[in-house]
């Protein structure tokens, strides 16, 4: 992970949620800097964990906009699709299609943006199955993966791996799902990935292979994993297509922007995310 480079909307940040220990005071405070409506989203969460990574997902897209955008806290106004996709409703048309994702699960909250291309992230946690094995754990996904993806699950060497491959998958399909804006019916099953030692990824819908997509997967430390997928505007679902102002774009200039290599993810600070 790096510090943050200047220049540029796209960003790939985390917030490490374990460093993170506010008081109530202190959580209240940080709340107090977003909208009525995200601040009553988060108090519906019972545990705190849930609360912190819920306030600390609404805090990045805020700060990552502030920052970006230049457009002051009070002013920024995101809602979601019917779906939950996040949206910037008052962004500058010169950003044509600027867009976001966030992700949380385990120690990290994270989120990623794109000014041309569609972006999804996703983030899992490796975490061991409680109380079955790792085979029955893995039987209740059956119907998530492809056939051609469950044999390289099942060519692993040994649980941990078997897990890690398992787990891969998942995040990359995810990540997908939520480039385009899919709610949670999107058939998982319909997206196959292919790849060379984790490098190289590609994807087939439906069977057929998409060129216009582009994957990266990332190894955050031993326990979590990340992966970005970036797409193509007219991929979108149709409520989330519809907060997009550029959804034809030229080929060239869309492929060039697909091809930007990824980078590292820079860490953030709470303290960072408030600062207006």
Same mark, same amino acid.
């Given at each position: 992970?790096?510090?943050?480079?200047?220049?540029?909307?796209?960003?790939?940040?985390?917030?490490?949620?374990?460093?993170?220990?506010?008081?109530?005071?202190?959580?209240?405070?940080? *709340?107090?800097?977003?909208?009525?409506?995200?601040?009553?989203?988060? *108090?519906?969460?019972?545990?705190?964990?849930?609360?912190?990574? *819920?306030?600390?997902?609404?805090?990045?897209?805020y700060?990552?906009?502030?920052?970006?955008?230049?457009?002051? /806290?009070?002013?920024?106004?995101?809602y979601?699709?019917?779906e939950?996709?996040?949206?910037?409703?008052?962004?500058?048309?010169?950003?044509k299609?600027?867009?976001?994702?966030t $992700?949380?699960?385990?120690?990290?909250?994270?989120?990623? =943006?794109?000014l041309?291309?569609? %972006?999804?992230?996703?983030?899992?946690?490796?975490?061991?199955?409680?109380?079955?094995?790792?085979?029955?754990?893995?039987?209740?996904?059956?119907?998530?993966?492809t056939?051609? +993806?469950?044999?390289?699950?099942?060519?692993?060497?040994? $649980?941990?791996?078997?897990?890690?491959? /398992?787990?891969?998958?998942?995040? @990359?399909?995810?990540a997908? %799902?939520?480039?385009?804006?899919? #709610?949670?019916?999107? #058939?998982?099953?319909?997206?196959?990935?292919?790849?060379?030692e984790?490098?190289?990824i590609?994807?087939y819908?439906?069977?057929? +292979? $998409?060129?216009?997509?582009?994957?990266? @997967?990332?190894?955050l430390?031993?326990?979590?994993?990340?992966?970005?997928?970036?797409?193509?505007?007219?991929?979108?679902?149709? =409520?989330?297509?519809?907060?997009? =102002?550029?959804?034809? %774009?030229?080929? +060239?200039?869309?492929?060039a922007?697909?091809?930007?290599?990824?980078?590292?993810?820079?860490?953030?600070?709470?303290?960072?995310?408030?600062?207006?």
């Amino acid at each position: 992970m790096e510090e943050e480079h200047s220049g540029g909307v796209r960003r790939r940040w985390l917030v490490d949620v374990a460093r993170w220990s506010p008081s109530p005071t202190q959580f209240q405070a940080a *709340a107090a800097l977003l909208p009525p409506h995200h601040r009553h989203a988060i *108090a519906r969460f019972v545990k705190e964990e849930d609360r912190k990574r *819920a306030l600390l997902s609404r805090l990045l897209q805020y700060s990552l906009v502030h920052r970006v955008l230049g457009i002051p /806290f009070h002013q920024i106004h995101i809602y979601r699709t019917t779906e939950g996709k996040p949206y910037l409703e008052n962004g500058p048309p010169a950003f044509k299609n600027f867009n976001f994702n966030t $992700s949380h699960q385990g120690d990290y909250v994270g989120i990623a =943006s794109e000014l041309l291309c569609l %972006v999804g992230l996703d983030i899992v946690c490796i975490s061991k199955p409680q109380g079955e094995t790792t085979v029955e754990f893995l039987k209740n996904f059956s119907s998530y993966l492809t056939g051609h +993806e469950w044999n390289c699950i099942g060519r692993a060497a040994g $649980s941990i791996e078997m897990l890690t491959e /398992f787990y891969r998958y998942w995040c @990359l399909k995810e990540a997908f %799902v939520k480039a385009v804006g899919a #709610g949670v019916g999107f #058939g998982l099953h319909r997206l196959e990935f292919h790849h060379v030692e984790w490098s190289n990824i590609s994807v087939y819908i439906d069977g057929i +292979e $998409s060129r216009k997509w582009r994957f990266c @997967l990332f190894k955050l430390d031993e326990m979590h994993l990340a992966s970005i997928a970036k797409g193509h505007p007219e991929d979108a679902i149709h =409520s989330f297509k519809t907060t997009l =102002s550029n959804v034809v %774009v030229e080929e +060239e200039e869309f492929y060039a922007a697909l091809e930007i290599p990824e980078e590292t993810f820079t860490l953030q600070t709470v303290e960072q995310l408030t600062q207006l």
